[in-house]
């Protein structure tokens, strides 16, 4: 039963650092939108670029809580 657990802690800390990446990206990607929009005075661009900027906030924050989640040393009781 532990090393089930411990695969699923694994599993988790995995998907939580892949969520970060994915979302560390997005953010550099939405801010160059929005930086691209501004620059060529296009709303639609800099409007998605926001909207990418923010789905990668969200995908950081999540990736992060998963790996404290999955990091977390939780003893089991007899």
């Keep these: 039963m532990a ?3 411990s695969d699923q802690d694994k599993d988790l800390e995995q998907q939580g650092t892949k969520d970060s990446i994915e979302g560390k990206t997005d953010k ?10 501004g ?5 639609s661009t800099q409007a ?21 989640v999955g990091g977390s040393d939780t003893e089991e009781t007899p």
């Design 3 to 5: 090393d089930r657990d």
């Design 28 to 37: 550099l990607k939405g801010r160059a939108k929005d930086t691209f929009g």
């Design 39 to 43: 620059l060529t005075n296009d709303p």
């Design 48 to 68: 998605e670029g926001k909207w990418d900027k923010l789905k990668g906030t969200a995908k950081d924050k999540l990736g992060k809580v998963e790996r404290d």
